[in-house]
């Protein structure tokens, strides 16, 4: 998930007609539970990529966080981390 495509996708969101939010759902964080054998590199490149992604998951929340605060109040909104 690049910078880049996070903006695009909250920009053409929040412009559009349509800004009825239900749920996000993040899965994209954590795609294997680790690594048990490689080398510090390939560690240390692993975690860069997941604080990468982190940081893409905040971006897309802030971005959209004006459409999430002007949600009706009988309506909830989830996000969901996995």
């Given amino acids: 998930m690049s910078i880049e495509s996070v903006r ?5 969101f929040l412009t559009g007609k349509e800004h009825r ?3 996000i759902i993040y899965t994209h964080e954590y ?3 680790g690594q048990v054998f490689g080398s510090a590199e390939e560690k240390e490149m692993c975690k860069e990529h997941r604080e990468a992604l982190s940081d893409g998951t905040f971006l897309m929340t ?3 966080l004006p459409t999430l605060l002007v ?3 009988e309506r ?3 996000i969901i981390h996995v």
């Fill in 21 to 23: 939010l239900d749920a």
């Fill in 8 to 12: 695009a996708l909250c920009t053409k």
């Fill in 71 to 73: 949600a009706p109040a």
């Fill in 31 to 33: 795609q294997h539970l």
């Fill in 76 to 78: 909830d909104i989830r």
């Fill in 62 to 64: 802030t971005l959209l």
